[in-house]
T-cell receptor
Framework: EAGVAQSPRYKIIEKRQSVAFWCNPI?????LYWYQQILGQGPKLLIQ????????DSQLPKDRFSAERLKGVDSTLKIQPAKLEDSAVYLC??????????FGSGTRLTVV | SQQGEEDPQALSIQEGENATMNCSYK?????LQWYRQNSGRGLVHLIL?????REKHSGRLRVTLDTSKKSSSLLITASRAADTASYFC??????????FGAGTQVVVTP
């Protein structure tokens, strides 16, 4: 079974620029999550999709972050404009109902 | 905010010793999961315990769950240098919301 694919692996941008991350979940996994993990901290849930609908986005900074899940499969997370404090690893995960999450390798974002 | 807290924040042991870490959570859960992470990259699922279970084993891992205290523990027996990693607990509620604790950094020295 193929895992969760994320791209790019690394991204360096200047503050106030925009950036987008892409995630391809495991086939058949209805639930998709995006997390932000700052160095030394646990992953913070940004948004949870069930198919192409949003279940929870209570911790998503909506003034600058947006996410969509096209046709209930792939997902993109966008930051516009980026701030220095957005430097983190962005993790995507997918799961079957009531099961564990399978994580991608993440995108390491550095904002300078 | 994170769902819960983990204790200790860091743990240093020698090979062959057991490692125990604890996790507390705040809200009602469907299940609780433990993950391992090396070098700040992707997380690897280790074990899942459902809210109606009290103890579960998988190889050298033993997980307990006390829903009355909203807490869980992970025991790694006979640790190896390769067990050096960060360990996170994560809870899932009835909506499938998966939230993580702050993690425990474990260092196993040969």
């Amino acid at each position: 079974e193929a895992g969760v694919a994320q791209s790019p692996r690394y991204k360096i941008i200047e503050k106030r620029q925009s950036v987008a991350f892409w995630c391809n979940p495991i086939s058949g996994h209805a639930t998709l999550y995006w997390y932000q993990q700052i160095l030394g901290q646990g992953p913070k849930l940004l948004i949870q999709f069930q198919n192409n609908g949003v279940v929870d986005d209570s911790q998503l900074p909506k003034d600058r972050f947006s996410a969509e899940r096209l046709k209930g499969v792939d997902s993109t997370l966008k930051i516009q404009p980026a701030k220095l404090e957005d430097s983190a690893v962005y993790l995507c995960a997918s799961s079957l109902e009531a099961a564990w999450g399978t994580f991608g390798s993440g995108t390491r974002l550095t904002v300078v | 905010s994170q769902q819960g807290e983990e204790d200790p924040q860091a743990l240093s042991i020698q090979e062959g010793e057991n490692a125990t870490m604890n996790c507390s959570y705040k809200t009602s859960i469907n299940n609780l999961q433990w993950y391992r992470q090396n070098s700040g990259r992707g997380l690897v699922h280790l074990i899942l315990i459902r809210s109606n279970e009290r103890e579960k084993h998988s190889g050298r891992l033993r997980v307990t769950l006390d829903t009355s205290k909203k807490s869980s523990s992970l025991l790694i027996t006979a640790s190896r240098a390769a067990d050096t990693a960060s360990y996170f607990c994560a809870s899932t509620d009835s909506w499938g919301k998966l939230q993580f604790g702050a993690g425990t950094q474990v260092v196993v020295t040969p």
